[in-house]
């Protein structure tokens, strides 16, 4: 019997522990995106090489821009019912387990694997392999992948690739290290079907979204001299432009994009719920702020959920942010 360990462990433990159990369930934390879901459908394609039960749990929907995702269509919100007693949940990109939601069964951390590169990475399961220099989770992936041995294809390649694109912002964060190059020439080689990633996930909009960033760019405040700048979307803002939650995601880099602003701060109140994406351009650590606020994330991209009105909302991260040197 193997000790639960609350470090990072190896990628030989790891294996091992993927090689004992017969069935997993690889879990993607909610609004799930390209890092999430292309990490959890690269192992799942390896262990079902390797013969193993693979199913997938996604609490939300998968977005409209990575339903071309190879297994997209097994993700669900609904386990089945006769899950061994050795199921393996494997939490993919996600620094707490909470952060799938609220549709698990109940676990205890013998059954919960930790794959990840966020800081602060509450180290929640029997084995966490939290690597956080890595630029995606799918690149953590990878070290596993090597270790089992599995030989890769162009589905495998195009997941781990997707990870890479959409945790660089199509390779150009900071985080597009040379070893993250060398790995997506490696995936490219593969099979893996950059074309493809860069249509879906970066290239095509919809109009409504497109109108959406308009309005958001119609309420962009600037403060701090022109360092911080911020904005808000909310159901009104939706209903005007027949836009989505979806429809949002990226729009916080036009933000950060603008020229003098070091850190930027999407609020996003939707249906009952406001979310904040911070950004940051390195000088303030976003992941630090956003932890103040119950958050978490990266130095420079993090996020959180907060409880209250949009003014408080705009009070409260505004104070963090300065807290961490704004
Ligand atoms: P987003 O702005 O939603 O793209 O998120 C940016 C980063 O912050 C990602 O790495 C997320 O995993 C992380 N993040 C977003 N929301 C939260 C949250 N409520 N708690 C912890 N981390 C978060
Ligand atoms: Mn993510
Ligand atoms: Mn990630």
Redesign the pocket.
Known sequence: MIESQARISSAREVADELRRRSCFVMVS?VK?????LGAGFALGLALKRLGKRVLYFAEDAIPRNLRFLPEAQYASRQLPSDLPADTLFVFC??SDWRRAGDGLPALTRENMLDIDHHLGNALFGKFNFVLETECS?GSVVMHLLRELGVPLDASIATCILTTIM??TGGFMHSNTTADALDLSAQLIRLGADKEKITEEVFLRKRVAATKLLGRIIDEMTLKHGGSYCYSYVDDAMLAQTGADGEDTEDFVNVLLGQEGVNVAALFKAIDGELRVSLRSNGGVNVQAAAARLGGGGHFRASGLTFKGTLPNAFESVEQALIAEGL
């Not at 799930?32 to 999430?36: E, I």
Request: a negative charge; proline letters at 9%; aromatic letters at 0%.
């Open positions: 934390h799930p995106d390209g890092d999430t990109d996600m989770t959409t945790d």
